[in-house]
């Protein structure tokens, strides 16, 4: 056992730690908002540096958005077909030779061209990235802990852009904001590519077996037609709505562009429904609570992209704030997002998915009331700051939750297209909200700076679109009472595919009531063991002895220790510590006195381990268990033999330490 104990040790250090990848993929996100944020403070000195106009300072941002939005559902597909780490490292190339052309421009046409040929790269970036986390940490606390780090980096990238933007414009000027995400983006491409594994490149259709053609791609068809409909549809739905700030609702441009946007959308869905390699498939959808993440993850960014614009210009144009005090305000904002996504996984599994999404929503609501009490004459102190942190706390937690929602149940061929719908969702919810909500602050402002000093009417605007943004999040919580409830309950959950987050089925034996499905090992998995034994003990001793997890260490050596988290039941789960490893393991299907399965990921290792029960077959009253496990990952492709040998010497003594210790009892 102790050349077992070996070979998983070294097997599983030739690879980096899930920990360090997942910082390589979190910067890679940070990095994408920190490019959506850090021009807002600079908009001022980047005018007078290239010479624009209003529509042209307007276009330094929406260019950006307009790109990532519009693009976000093909650069998710795009990484499902041609492998999630290499559109990564392809979208990382591009984003930095943009972020360096940007702060080398010299004219407003090469400038807002760099910008959408950002957005273009953070297109490939984002949803590539959320894949491969989400593949990293397929199922259980472990992915919840990831999301927390996900959504942390997330408002730490739009809070911190500001504040690094009012300190590199105020130090070196504005062509440092992007020299520095240049720089950035460059050391998270060399990250990505010496800590995220090759194999983690392979992306397999939906029987779960990743197709190969010559090239070693993965197979299947990209959807042109689709792509480019729903792509067009976007790009005129996102231009419509920025350019309505300026132009007006009414006007021509806006209101043709809002129309083909509709069209386009009406024909992408009559092409998705006859296109059997559709975009954007009806089983996405069909797959956990996709629908609800996405909807409501779209009604949270409404707000988000607003909040970041209205605020820093509350601060700058009315309170008179310099672009280094606008950065600096921006922290506590900044630090309470962090806070938020690092507790939100804790809070979740103590009040669960749906009423977590639910306070987290009416917590960010009241810290907009707050802000919707903002005063001409009024201070950082008493008019920011404590609402801030309320924002902070309610946006992280609840962006953690709704991307958790957006990819549950999710089968791994399709996992780049989720994160590109909850990207797309959220971009394009961004874009509308803060059209809407700029059209409304702009109408109130000219409503009354007939009647009010120019500040306090500017105030009254921007009071306005914070009490709306409130009120949209209050009805967005109550849509979350009503849509995030899980069907059909955890104690049965759908394992209709043998993808990592969800262990492959077949029907149930006869003589079962306790599910319709029996959870299986991944077939397709790179290292199998299966094994057997006779135990001379009643099969209830067995049973027992085997189920009792907390007495484990007492007669299994190769066990440090365990903790059972509850009662021993489907969706549960329980820790223990083996082989220099620690592992939690949810239980997947249980039939009492005859089966128990659990699995889970460890360490970059996604196992499934069966273990059934029977009367021996010699009518002695003895017990025959059977075993089998699977393990797949990215260490296993990397040392396949070994930890196969591992794995079967691991299961060999387990079942040896059982035997011996029923018999005993017996």
Not at 31 to 52: D, F, W, Y
Not at 160 to 165: E, N, Q, S, T
Not at 549 to 560: G, L, Q, S, T, Y
């Amino acid at each position: 056992m102790n050349d077992a104990r070996t070979n998983t040790e070294q097997a599983v250090s030739r690879t980096p730690g899930p920990g360090a990848v997942l910082a390589a993929l979190a910067a890679a996100q940070f990095t994408v908002m920190l490019g959506t944020s850090i021009v807002n403070v600079a908009l001022p000195q980047i005018r007078a540096g290239v010479g624009l106009s209003d529509g042209g300072t307007t276009w330094v941002v929406n260019s950006y958005g307009l790109a990532f939005g519009a693009l976000l559902l093909a650069g998710g597909r795009v990484a499902d077909l041609l492998g999630r780490r290499r559109v990564l490292l392809a979208g990382l190339a591009l984003f930095a030779l943009a972020s360096l052309a940007a702060g080398l421009a010299a004219s407003s046409a090469v400038l807002i061209a760099a910008r959408a040929v950002q957005g273009a790269g953070a297109a490939a970036i984002a949803p590539a990235a959320l894949a491969l986390a989400m593949g990293l940490f397929p199922s259980g606390a472990g992915r919840g802990r990831a999301l927390g780090v996900w959504g942390a980096v997330s408002g730490a990238g739009g809070a911190g852009g500001v504040l690094l933007g009012g300190v590199l414009t105020q130090a070196w000027g504005w062509p440092w904001i992007f020299h520095s995400v240049a720089l950035g983006a460059a050391l998270v491409l060399a990250a990505v590519a010496v800590l995220v594994p090759r194999a983690a490149d392979e992306a397999g259709p939906a029987d779960g077996r990743a197709e190969r053609q010559p090239s070693g791609r993965p197979g299947g068809r990209f959807d042109l037609l689709g792509t480019a409909t729903v792509t067009l549809a976007l790009t005129c739905l996102v231009w419509g709505l920025t350019t309505a700030r300026g132009a007006g609702w009414t006007d021509g441009g806006v209101l043709g562009s809002l129309g083909a946007s509709a069209v386009l959308l009406a024909a992408f869905y009559a092409i998705e429904l006859r296109r059997p390699n559709a975009l954007l498939p009806p089983r996405l959808f069909a797959a956990g609570r996709v629908a609800a993440g996405n909807l409501l993850m779209a009604l949270l960014g409404s707000v988000w992209i607003a909040l970041f614009f209205f605020l820093p210009l509350y601060q700058q144009q009315v309170l008179g704030s310099g672009p280094l005090a606008t950065g600096a305000g921006q922290l506590p904002l900044a630090a309470a997002n962090m806070l938020g996504a690092v507790l939100a996984p804790r809070i979740a599994r103590r009040l669960g998915a749906t009423m977590t999404v639910t306070a987290a929503l009416l917590t960010e609501a009241v810290g907009l009331v707050w802000l919707s009490g903002i005063r001409a004459d009024g201070s950082y102190l008493a008019d920011v700051l404590g609402p801030s942190v309320l924002v902070g706390l309610g946006l992280s937690v609840a962006f953690v939750q709704l991307t958790a929602l957006a990819v549950d149940g999710v089968p791994k061929q399709d996992a780049g297209l989720a994160g590109g719908l909850v990207n797309t969702t959220r971009q394009v919810g961004g874009a509308i909200g803060l059209a809407a909500l700029a059209t409304l602050a702009g109408s109130v402002t000219a409503g009354a700076a007939s009647r009010q000093p120019a500040l306090e009417a500017l105030t009254a605007g921007y009071r306005s679109a914070f009490a709306v943004s409130a009120a949209v999040l209050f009805a967005t919580a109550l849509l979350a009472l009503l849509l995030t409830r899980r069907t059909p309950p955890l104690s049965s959950p759908p394992l209709s595919s043998p993808s990592l987050s969800s262990p492959p089925t077949r029907p149930h034996r006869k003589g079962s009531t306790v599910m319709s499905t029996e959870v299986t090992i991944d077939e397709t998995a790179p290292v199998i063991v299966r094994l057997s034994t006779v135990i001379d003990a009643p099969p209830a001793t067995v049973w027992g002895l085997h189920t009792d997890i907390a007495d484990w260490p007492v007669w299994n050596e190769d066990i440090d220790r365990t903790e059972v988290h509850g009662p021993l039941l489907p969706g549960n789960s329980f820790s223990w510590h083996t082989h220099g490893l620690d592992i939690t393991s949810t239980v997947y299907e249980l039939v009492p006195g005859e089966r128990i399965v659990w699995g889970g990921p460890a360490s970059g290792i996604t196992g499934v381990h069966v273990w059934t029960f029977e009367p021996a077959a010699d009518g002695t009253g003895g017990t025959t268990v059977r075993t089998e496990e699977s393990w797949s990952g990215a260490p296993v492709e990397a040392a396949v033999d070994e930890l196969a040998k591992a794995l079967h010497g691991s299961l060999e003594a387990w079942l040896s330490h059982l035997k011996a210790r029923a018999e005993q009892a017996a």
